[in-house]
């Protein structure tokens, strides 16, 4: 009998928060600005992205819980800049363990037939 490796609930734990902060369309676009410019403040994302202060802060306030952004403080200024090392293991082992349950899936339709 074939062992099959599916994508286990902790992989899957680690990777929630990527995956919520990126659920939101408004959030992918800030962090590709962020991506883009490397460093930028509220009032920049505010400027670049025409929303409200108060609803920029709220989206880094999640893009900074879920690790996708470090604030950098400047005398009284904060400006933020993107960082995906926290994910990259976790998203390699969930990629890895996605491919080898799709491989699974794939070895067991073909028995069928």
Do not use: W
């Amino acid at each position: 009998m074939t062992t099959i490796n599916c994508p286990d609930k902790e992989v899957f734990e680690r990777t929630r928060p990527l995956f919520n902060a990126l659920g939101d369309e408004t959030r992918q676009g800030i962090l590709l600005l962020l991506a883009r410019e490397v460093r930028l403040s509220v009032g920049d994302l505010t400027h670049l992205t025409k929303l409200s202060r108060p609803a920029v802060s709220h989206h880094i306030k999640i893009l900074r819980e879920a690790e996708l952004i470090v604030e950098e403080r400047d005398g009284t200024k904060r400006y933020y800049h993107p960082t995906f090392k926290r994910y990259v293991e976790p998203m390699r082992e969930l990629v890895d363990q996605v491919e080898q349950f799709e491989q699974y899936i794939d070895k067991k339709q073909s028995e069928e037939q």
